[in-house]
């Protein structure tokens, strides 16, 4: 399993540009960086290859959803298309957002699948994959997207191999349970996860999840992709990997 620091939820005390050199020494080998922008591309770039490290994946604006945003929307993206292209980041998660005030469900829906029908064929040359999450509606409450079915069925529709899955295991938990049952059914889909522990999002161990019976069941459907660690810890970082490396080995059975 291989296992990216997500530096906006890990690190958080340190100043941004110090986060790469803490995860590498904390025994990460990835990151993500949701929102980089406020540091050139070339910096980042050379801040990564001094740590070590691969760029998993970084997020456009979450507006995707906006009916009266689409140039902000689009600019965004290119935005976000462009560090990725720099950066050698394989994954750009083109964040739908909470529906607009104002905006019917229908609408904020509709405007979100157009923008990632237009987004995937801009980008179905570059190399780069794009993502599309769910969200529990206790922590994003109005987030457009709600269910790994109906992401699915955005990516599916946009008619391009390079559009999947952002499944998060900390969202579907809460807001769908039946987690491995549904992670099984969307593997084919799932480019990219993401995990923290409920009900608190911290790391894994510390909730509800059975996490033996997870990694089983992405070892057994070979799962080789990254796996983002979006959780507040609540003892240090390098401890915290450790015991998901363990949790990771462990047999389904104990």
Same mark, same amino acid.
């Given at each position: 399993m291989r296992?990216?620091?997500?530096?906006k939820?890990?690190?958080a005390e340190?100043p941004?540009e110090?986060?790469f @050199?803490?995860a590498?020494?904390?025994g990460f080998?990835g990151?993500?960086? +949701?929102?980089?922008y406020?540091?050139?591309a070339?910096?980042?770039?050379r801040?990564?290859?001094?740590a070590?490290?691969?760029?998993?994946?970084?997020?456009?604006?979450?507006?995707?959803?906006a +009916?009266?945003r689409t140039?902000?929307f689009r600019d965004?993206f290119? $935005?976000a298309l462009?560090?990725a292209?720099?950066l050698?980041c394989?994954?750009v998660?083109?964040?739908?957002g909470?529906?607009? @005030?104002?905006?019917?469900?229908?609408r904020?829906?509709?405007q979100?699948?157009?923008n990632?029908?237009?987004?995937?064929?801009?980008?179905?040359?570059t190399?780069?994959?794009?993502?599309?999450?769910?969200?529990n509606?206790?922590?994003?409450p109005?987030?457009v997207l /709600?269910s790994q /079915?109906q992401a699915?069925a955005v990516?599916?529709a946009?008619?391009h191999d390079h559009?999947?899955?952002?499944? @998060?295991?900390?969202?579907? $938990?809460?807001?769908?349970?039946d987690l491995?049952?549904r992670?099984? /059914?969307?593997l084919?889909?799932i480019f990219?996860l $993401?995990? /923290?522990?409920?009900?608190?999002?911290?790391e894994?161990?510390?909730?509800?999840?059975?996490? +033996?019976?997870?990694?089983a069941?992405?070892?057994?459907?070979?799962?080789d992709?990254?796996i983002g660690?979006e959780?507040?810890?609540?003892?240090?970082i390098?401890?915290?990997?450790?015991?998901?490396?363990e949790?990771?080995?462990c047999?389904?059975s104990?």
């Amino acid at each position: 399993m291989r296992f990216a620091a997500n530096l906006k939820w890990l690190f958080a005390e340190l100043p941004f540009e110090r986060r790469f @050199d803490a995860a590498a020494a904390a025994g990460f080998t990835g990151v993500e960086c +949701p929102s980089p922008y406020s540091v050139p591309a070339a910096e980042l770039k050379r801040r990564l290859d001094d740590a070590g490290l691969t760029q998993v994946l970084i997020n456009t604006p979450g507006i995707a959803c906006a +009916p009266d945003r689409t140039t902000e929307f689009r600019d965004g993206f290119h $935005q976000a298309l462009d560090y990725a292209t720099e950066l050698n980041c394989g994954l750009v998660h083109v964040l739908a957002g909470a529906r607009p @005030d104002g905006v019917g469900h229908d609408r904020a829906f509709a405007q979100f699948a157009t923008n990632i029908a237009w987004a995937a064929e801009r980008s179905r040359d570059t190399g780069v994959r794009l993502v599309l999450e769910a969200q529990n509606k206790r922590d994003s409450p109005g987030f457009v997207l /709600a269910s790994q /079915a109906q992401a699915a069925a955005v990516a599916e529709a946009a008619g391009h191999d390079h559009v999947g899955l952002l499944f @998060d295991v900390y969202h579907v $938990q809460l807001d769908e349970r039946d987690l491995v049952n549904r992670l099984r /059914a969307f593997l084919p889909r799932i480019f990219h996860l $993401q995990l /923290a522990d409920p009900p608190s999002r911290t790391e894994p161990g510390t909730g509800e999840i059975g996490w +033996p019976v997870l990694f089983a069941t992405l070892r057994e459907a070979g799962y080789d992709g990254w796996i983002g660690c979006e959780y507040r810890p609540t003892t240090d970082i390098a401890t915290t990997l450790t015991r998901l490396e363990e949790l990771a080995r462990c047999p389904a059975s104990r």
